[in-house]
């Protein structure tokens, strides 16, 4: 079978990885328009919409890269995806613990009793390691079990699963913050001190349960990846994933009736809801991209360059945008800042929040365009570094 290449999964990819940049480096968290806040527990916000695009990417690219392993799950095949989720996710953990030591010693403790009680604390999951792990689960259902219908049979019985495992296992309200079965999980795996703590308890929403739904996600993407291959013509594939887009959106939100949206616990309702509208928005790039292409004098493909260039080293860009922030705070400096009242504090700046400090918020205010202001630069300056890597024709692929 012929592989046509479809532009619209590099700028569909490349957009993905720049929302991601955008909503985890505003300016400030205490100034972020609603939209590009997570929902707090249950519904779903656009900023949520954006993990779960990367991986039914992930999965949509997986069915084209897989296209030639026709034997399906060989010892060979699953060495290559073992070796690249570990690597991805070793990736995301050596992300976590950046810059390998603390920033702020207790005086009173030893070098040796600090780095002990930093290691104690690391956090093992992560947005990556999530990658790695459902992409790992996902490409090995989607060779063992390789046809369409027995992969469709795949997403039925992992999204099941998991919700089989929150129902019985969780408490009197298995889908709460508290009653979840996910987090207690996580616990029992790798201790309290090594999950997430930002929902005012342990719990981490790229946990283990999740990869099981995360997997689901993927798996939506590959068959997806697979009905565009099989279209004889792009403006085909564009009708039937705009109706698939329809039906996935209907039954994740019937299914949310008994079963919420929710990210943190990445649930099979939520794994439809997005799934459509992932499936949506590549069907309407692939119709303006590759169908359509030009209007007049306007060429979509070059109008979206950014988007295709940091769509060609996307998880590079993504690691970088996090290396950045953490290099920050190593050369961090105390400051002393005179409020809009007068009163006067010190605080500890680094090169970032002063560019957010004296460009962003004189020209936009310390408001929520303000926030928006420097995480859109901070977007441009990783869109611009792939744009350059692209020219070069270099790739880093994770």
């Known amino acids: 079978m012929e592989t046509r290449r479809y532009v619209a999964l590099d700028i569909l990819r490349g957009m993905t990885i720049a929302g991601m940049i955008l909503v985890n480096h505003p300016g400030t968290w205490s100034r972020i328009y609603a939209p590009l806040?997570?929902?707090?527990?249950?519904?779903?916000?656009?900023?949520?919409?954006?993990?779960?695009?990367?991986?039914?990417?992930?999965?949509?690219?997986?069915?084209?890269?897989?296209?030639?392993?026709?034997?399906?799950?060989?010892?060979?095949?699953?060495?290559?995806?073992?070796?690249?989720?570990?690597?991805?996710?070793?990736?995301?953990?050596?992300?976590?613990?950046?810059?390998?030591?603390?920033?702020?010693?207790?005086p009173e403790l030893s070098w040796g009793a600090n780095y002990l009680n930093y290691l104690n604390n690391l956090r093992i999951f992560g947005v990556l390691q999530r990658i790695a792990m459902a992409y790992m689960l996902g490409g090995f259902l989607a060779l063992w079990l390789q046809k369409p219908k027995k992969i469709a049979w795949g997403v039925v019985a992992v999204l099941l699963l998991h919700?089989?495992?929150?129902?019985?296992?969780?408490?009197?309200?298995?889908?709460?913050?508290?009653?979840?079965?996910?987090?207690?999980?996580?616990?029992?795996?790798?201790g309290k001190s090594h999950v997430y703590r930002g929902f005012g308890l342990p719990f981490d929403p790229e946990g283990v349960l999740g990869v099981l739904s995360g997997a689901g996600t993927v798996l939506l993407g590959y068959l997806v990846g697979g009905l565009i291959q099989r279209s004889r013509e792009k403006i085909d594939a564009v009708g039937l994933l705009f109706t698939l887009s329809l039906v996935s959106l209907g039954l994740g939100i019937v299914w949310s009736i008994w079963l919420p949206i929710n990210k943190p616990l990445w649930t099979g309702s939520y794994v439809l809801y997005t799934a459509g509208w992932s499936t949506m928005l590549l069907a309407f790039f692939i119709y303006l991209i590759d169908v359509v292409g030009t209007v007049g004098k306007l060429n979509f493909e070059k109008m979206l360059y950014p988007f295709k260039a940091l769509g060609m080293n996307p998880l590079f860009a993504f690691v970088m945008a996090g290396v950045l922030?953490?290099?920050?705070?190593?050369?961090?400096?105390?400051?002393?800042?005179?409020?809009?009242?007068?009163?006067?504090?010190?605080?500890?700046?680094?090169?970032?929040?002063?560019?957010?400090?004296?460009?962003?918020?004189?020209i936009f205010g310390n408001t929520e365009l303000g926030s928006l202001s420097y995480a859109l630069c901070y977007v441009a300056l990783f869109t611009g570094m792939a744009i350059f890597l692209y020219k070069k024709k270099i790739f880093i692929k994770l």
């Open 163 to 190: 919700w089989a495992i929150l129902y019985f296992f969780g408490g009197d309200d298995p889908y709460s913050k508290e009653g979840n079965i996910s987090g207690p999980i996580d616990i029992w795996l790798v």
């Open 325 to 362: 922030s953490r290099v920050a705070r190593i050369f961090a400096w105390q400051s002393v800042v005179t409020a809009a009242d007068g009163s006067v504090s010190t605080v500890r700046l680094t090169f970032l929040s002063w560019f957010y400090r004296n460009v962003c918020v004189p």
């Open 37 to 106: 806040r997570h929902a707090a527990w249950h519904g779903c916000t656009p900023t949520d919409l954006v993990f779960p695009f990367f991986l039914f990417i992930v999965g949509v690219a997986m069915a084209f890269s897989f296209a030639k392993f026709s034997k399906g799950l060989t010892p060979s095949t699953t060495k290559k995806l073992i070796t690249r989720g570990v690597l991805i996710f070793i990736t995301g953990l050596l992300l976590n613990a950046f810059p390998f030591y603390p920033l702020n010693p207790n």
